[in-house]
């Protein structure tokens, strides 16, 4: 995984926040040169500070990893000589275009420029970027922790230099990614979109009172969720034959939601300062100690996976 020195490259990443540091430290850890920057100076602090834990966490020395890890006061420093550019910056579509235009005029000519948003199309954030910038522009939708996740959806657009789609591709294998080639730029790419058709789902299933919010999550937990892992829904649909699959779909998908807004439940909720685990509840009650324990048990799980291979 170690990168040799003649395949050493440099990496900008934009952002320091959840998405920016981790991705930072995969490259970091993989040998390459790094150089982070964000506005706010304590969050670019911290960033190496949560580097750190995290390699604690999986029994790694920080130490040559913090070793490839510079930086940047700003953006332009950031992506100076940089031959691929993550920008992991807020969901905001005016912001990501901004950006991609300061990062076009001040990084080289040759840059792979990738952005890490969770659900705009490419296409809309180059939509203002010169025809050779445009070119070189691809998403890049890693997954939460960034360090702990193999995936990362590589995302072309109409103008996406197949080379650089390649390119990218190539880098994040081999610094042990698993990407996945998305051919078109559909919002939400291909995870979101399947992540958000179950929670689309559950919501109005609670909603309507066939069951209460943790039941849901016990259902998922206890039964399908646990061959998820290792069973894609394609591969069960060919495991359970397609005859099944069309008669279950015959009966069920007429009575699937399939509301093209979010749900009225999460307005109420919202309104009322319900909003997650951090305001102690949203779908569900949290105590401080709980929410706590989801997150570790989240890591520890993710780490024993990574670890298994
Ligand atoms: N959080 C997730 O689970 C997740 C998963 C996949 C993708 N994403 C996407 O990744 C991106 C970043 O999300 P996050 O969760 O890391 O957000 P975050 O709020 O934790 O971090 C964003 C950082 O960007 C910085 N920033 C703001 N303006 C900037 C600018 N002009 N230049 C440089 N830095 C700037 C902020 O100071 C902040 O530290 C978003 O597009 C998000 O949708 C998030």
Request: glycine fraction near 8%.
């Amino acid at each position: 995984m170690e990168a040799r020195e003649s395949n050493r490259i440099a990496v900008a990443v934009i952002g320091a926040g959840l998405m920016g540091h981790g991705i930072a430290q995969v490259f970091a850890r993989a040998g390459h040169r790094v150089a982070i920057t964000d506005p706010d100076r304590a969050v670019r602090e911290a960033s190496l500070e949560h580097i750190r834990r995290n390699l604690r966490e999986e029994d790694v020395d920080p130490t040559p990893t913090l070793g490839n890890i510079r930086l940047a006061g700003g953006l332009e420093e950031a992506v100076a000589g940089a031959d691929l550019v993550f920008e992991a910056v807020p969901e905001k579509l005016a912001l990501k275009q901004q950006l991609f235009a300061a990062v076009a005029l001040h990084a080289p000519r040759h840059a792979v420029l990738a952005s890490n948003t969770s659900v705009i199309p490419i296409t809309r954030i180059g939509e203002q970027l010169d025809p050779d910038a445009r070119s070189r522009l691809l998403g890049t939708h890693w997954w939460n922790p960034p360090h702990l996740i193999p995936l990362v959806e590589v995302v072309r657009t109409t103008y996406t230099d197949p080379r650089v789609f390649d390119r990218a591709v190539a880098w994040l294998q081999q610094v042990g990614k698993n990407p996945v080639k998305v051919q078109q730029d559909v919002a939400g790419f291909i995870g979101n979109r399947l992540q958000h058709a179950l929670w689309r789902e559950a919501i109005s299933l609670v909603e309507a009172g066939v069951c209460d919010a943790e039941a849901i999550d016990t259902v998922v937990k206890s039964s399908f969720g646990m061959r998820l892992a290792v069973l894609g829904p394609i591969e069960n649909a060919d495991l359970v034959g397609l005859e099944l699959t069309r008669d279950v779909h015959r009966v069920m998908f007429p009575e699937l939601n399939c509301d093209k807004s979010p749900a009225k439940l999460l307005d109420r909720l919202i309104d009322a300062g319900h909003t997650g685990m951090r305001a102690g509840r949203g779908l569900r009650t949290w105590t401080p100690e709980e929410a706590e324990n989801v997150r570790r048990t989240l890591a520890g799980h993710l780490i024993g996976m990574k670890r298994r291979g």
